[in-house]
């Protein structure tokens, strides 16, 4: 069975301060990791996604993750976040590229 | 490219009444997902289509829910009767074969009286 955890449900963080969101994941075989960010009263969008390769994800917005094999971990990271970056993120897994399991989710607000 | 369309955005009913929501995915696209977001419980897989064919319906929480898919352009998600525990909002996504991507609609906030 597949699960994912986002470890933080809220992260508050001042503006162009680095971020770190936490992520990880069970799986028995290999998967494909996602990002995806809400904005208030939107759907979700997809921010980065690792399928294959090199392990560092470069998305939109300036975001990057690492995928970590051994320690089962795909962790969004930006080096210096903006007011426009208040959002909800979401971690996904996947092994069919089909069908998504999306963690709980972690509130990001920057404080100016 | 328009993107995933729902509709209505926004529906607002009385306990007991029928709710039908309605989603187009994008062109082209083989697969479409139905999704109900709430702040207790998150952001939950409701059903599954492929090609037109429910794959995987597990997700959805009763009897009262249930949802179609005619034609590879159009789908609804209905619930008879509804109740006040269904207010969330449910979104659908499309995705095509080999695409490695879920795209996402802006989702219709029900909210049952």
């Known amino acids: 069975a597949q699960s994912v955890t986002q470890l933080d449900s809220q992260v508050p963080v001042f503006e162009e301060a680095p971020v770190e969101l936490r992520c990880n994941y069970s799986?028995?075989?290999?998967?494909?990791l996602f990002w995806y960010v809400q904005y208030p009263n939107q759907g979700l969008q997809l921010l980065l996604k690792y399928l294959s390769g090199s392990t560092l994800v470069k998305g939109i917005n300036g975001f990057e993750a690492e995928f970590n094999k051994s320690q089962t971990s795909f962790h969004l990271r930006k080096p210096s976040v903006h007011i426009s970056d208040t959002a909800e993120y979401f971690c996904?897994?996947?092994?069919?590229?089909?069908?998504?399991?999306f963690g709980t989710g972690t509130s990001l607000t920057v404080i100016p | 490219d328009a993107g995933v369309i729902q509709s209505p955005r926004h529906e607002v009913t009385e306990m007991g009444q029928e709710v039908t929501l309605r989603c187009k995915p994008i062109s082209g696209h083989n697969s479409l997902f139905w999704y109900r977001q709430t702040m207790m419980r998150g952001l939950e897989l409701l059903i599954y289509?492929?090609?037109?064919?429910?794959?995987?319906d597990s997700g959805m929480p009763e009897d009262r829910f249930s949802a179609k898919m005619p034609n590879a352009s159009f789908s609804t998600l209905k619930i008879q009767p509804s109740e006040p525990r269904d207010s969330a909002v449910y979104f659908c996504?499309?995705?095509?074969?080999?695409?490695?991507?879920?795209?996402f609609g802006p989702g219709t906030r029900l909210t049952v009286l």
């Open positions: 799986s028995s075989v290999s998967v494909y």
């Open positions: 289509f492929n090609n037109n064919v429910p794959i995987d």
């Open positions: 996904a897994v996947s092994f069919t590229g089909n069908q998504f399991y």
């Open positions: 996504a499309s995705s095509s074969t080999g695409r490695n991507e879920q795209f």
